[in-house]
């Protein structure tokens, strides 16, 4: 065996701490400034008069802004019907598996007739969280929806209708087009966020 080369540099160990802090993924919730994001939300709520919740993939809440639906809402809540039915949707919107590489929005139809609109918030492949845009009424849709109807014994039908007309009506391409612009928005200032962390946190092990 012949004697070790003085002038091959020997392979230094792998810093385990460097693959540790490029490999760590924080929360989204710790990607956002929550205030600032939050400003950002209101103006896409105040534009297109459609509300818009945020989950980080823990189902933690870290956005919820309600416009038109807040009224009408709280009467399917009244009911217990309408309360087993809600509590359902929004179960479902919560925590339904969206699909990686996002290739098509999600939708959920709520027994009222109204929709919400699910986007996955992502970061070179994976998920940090979801956007969920609704409730909204359906172009399409011309009165309340079956579900509701068959609970009309629970309800006041003729004042359900007239709470729910304060709710935004919009074609599902519209809100599908919006969906996918506040999700590429989300996605861009999280990249930005990153970024910032991932520099802050090897300059910090760099210099312990």
């Known amino acids: 065996m012949g ?8 392979l230094a160990p792998v810093d385990e701490r460097s693959e540790s802090v490029l490999n760590d993924r924080p929360p989204l919730r710790d990607l956002l400034d929550l205030p600032s994001f939050t ?4 103006s896409f709520v105040e534009m297109y008069r459609i509300g818009v919740k945020v989950f980080d993939t823990d189902g933690t809440k870290l956005v919820d802004i309600k416009t038109g639906s807040g009224d009408f809402c709280a009467y399917m809540f009244t009911k217990m019907p309408g309360r087993v039915a809600c509590t359902e949707t929004v179960t479902y919107i919560k925590q339904h598996p969206l699909p990686m590489l996002r290739q098509a929005n999600e939708t959920r139809d709520c027994f009222s007739g109204c929709r919400y609109v699910m986007a996955a918030i992502e970061h070179e492949g994976d998920q940090l969280g979801r956007v969920i845009f609704g409730p909204f009424v359906p172009e399409e849709q011309q009165d309340l929806g079956d579900g509701l109807l068959e609970m009309g014994g629970s309800f006041d039908l003729d004042q359900a ?3 729910m007309s304060k709710i935004r009506r919009a074609p599902e391409e519209t809100v599908q087009r919006l969906v996918n612009h506040f999700a590429k928005v989300t996605e861009v200032l999280v990249f930005t966020s990153y970024r910032s962390h991932l520099t802050t946190q090897l300059h910090i092990e760099t210099i312990t």
Do not use: E, F
Not at 39 to 42: G, S
């Open 161 to 163: 209708r007239l709470l």
């Open 39 to 42: 400003d950002v939300c209101k």
């Open 3 to 10: 004697a070790p080369n003085p002038s091959r540099p020997s």
